[in-house]
Nanobody, 126 residues
């Protein structure tokens, strides 16, 4: 069973950057589609970015398009989220998620994912 652990969150000023890491243990991520989600206080958990099993296809929420980049390294069993030009509205707990797949599709729904990390806090000050 895959276990996911996020890191890289923290406090940053608006306009700054952070790079989130999602490391897997207990197995490989090469058979998994991956996603980054976030949840702000009082709000639903929402998808931020997703990447397919091969890493060729990606998705970004409109709110982060052009500022965030999702990537993966199956050999290192990790997924990354580079976040640039951060805004106060990006403040949330960020979660990575994995879904074991046999296709090359993207998965955008929270309910689609099988494994979740514990989350890492990102706080952007104005």
């Amino acid at each position: 069973q895959v276990q996911l652990v996020e890191s890289g969150g923290g406090l940053v000023q608006a306009g700054g950057s952070l790079r989130l890491f999602c490391a897997a243990s207990g197995g490989t991520l090469s058979r998994h589609a991956m996603g980054w989600f976030r949840q702000a206080p009082g709000k639903e958990r929402e998808v931020v970015a997703a990447i397919n099993r091969s890493g060729i296809t990606t998705y970004y929420a409109d709110s982060v398009k052009g500022r965030f980049t999702i990537s993966r390294d199956n050999a290192k069993i990790a997924v990354y989220l580079q976040m640039n030009d951060l805004k106060p509205e990006d403040t949330a707990v960020y979660y990575c998620a994995a879904k074991e797949v046999s296709d090359s599709g993207l998965y955008l729904l929270r309910a689609s994912y099988d494994y979740w990390g514990q989350g890492t806090q990102v706080t952007v000050s104005s």
